[in-house]
């Protein structure tokens, strides 16, 4: 690494079991362990989470909105991937 | 001609994109950091975010002057983990304004040269445990009312930082009541104490909402950009509508004889602040600036070295790992 200042990490906590690592947000260390140690001082004061994953942001491949176009406009006319596209008699039930 | 043909396209692009991101913000739909944004917004979000983190950073050094003297344990560790928030929360807004592009290292080179401000009220000393109270019931009182209307400005993540920071916020604000409060039902002596923080905070916490709306320049563009929600005089006149009550449970006297429920407009009428006593403090005569600036400076300089142990041992351990692999 060999730099003066401590690369930029990515935050993702599970509040509980059961859920999902959500991004929590970023802060700055020199290695994952102190990134980790630092993640629980600022993100888990009060008990928030019950686990942390830490990456370093350099290596997080973003989509860039100046394509979300041709990324995501697909899906907008596909109305059939939907339940509600087909229809069937009201008295129909457990469907 | 044709350099001038070019340039009237990029202007007509400019404009509509423009035009995109306004009506964007006008639906209340937030800005991310990678979609476009005009140079303006992006400065201004610099400028405020970073002010707002420098704040809270700075903020930590007029309480940490008492951590040592509090009065009991139950009160020590209160100050301390409401220091440690201040910390937090200045963490939460570096990372934020981190991702306008502008680095860590600047901002902080932006505080310590002193080209970026910080809120006045911290150039002010904490002469009394007293003024430990007044702090998080006056001043926290008057940043949580700046601070909410933050959680829903249009620039993704910085409403996010806010919600978080509002959320720990008002403990501060409860801990500074309650040493009041018990100042206030203790001895004479005690209960002058009090009084003294009062006088001496309740003024530069009504300056802490910032100029009136005809001196602030900011204020029309930011509103327009959800930056800012409510103006600087509505926020104040909230502050004093919601705070003498307050007082008058404590049994403290606000300090000033222009303080009036107006029955008619349903608010406290109050008296002239001294404008020129703020802007002698914003441009760095305040009676602590520069102590408050050369601790910042201290605590970065002569952390120095910890940083670099910790560099250095990050890459011992990272060559280990590479030769243990081989």
Redesign the interface.
Known sequence: MSKKNWPLWEVFVRSKNGLEHRHFGSLHAPDADMALKNARDVYTRRSEGVSIWVVESKNIKASNPDDNGEMFEPAADKAYRHPTFYELPDDIEHM | MKNQGKKNVRDEQMKSLEEIFEAKIARDEKI?P???MPEKYRKTHIRQISQHAHSEIVGMLPEGNWITRAPSLRRKVALL?KV??EA?HG??LY?AC?TLGI???ELYDQLHSGKAKYSSIFNYPTLTWADIGAIGWLVDGAAIINQVPLCSTSFGPYA??MV?VCK?ESFHQRQGYEIMMTLCNGTQEQKDMAQDALDRWWWPALMMLGPTDDESTHTEQSMKWKLKRKTNDELRQQFIDQTVPQADILGLKVPDEDLKYNNETGHYDFGEIDWEEFWQVVKGHGMCNKERISARKNAWDNGEWV??A??A???K??EKDVKEAV
Do not use: I
Request: hydrophobic residues 30%; negative net charge; without cysteine.
């Open positions: 991310e990678k979609d476009w983990a440690q928030d937090g963490l939460y990372s981190e680095s860590r290292e996010r930082a978080r720990e940083r670099d910790a560099v041992y990050a890459d351990q990272a």
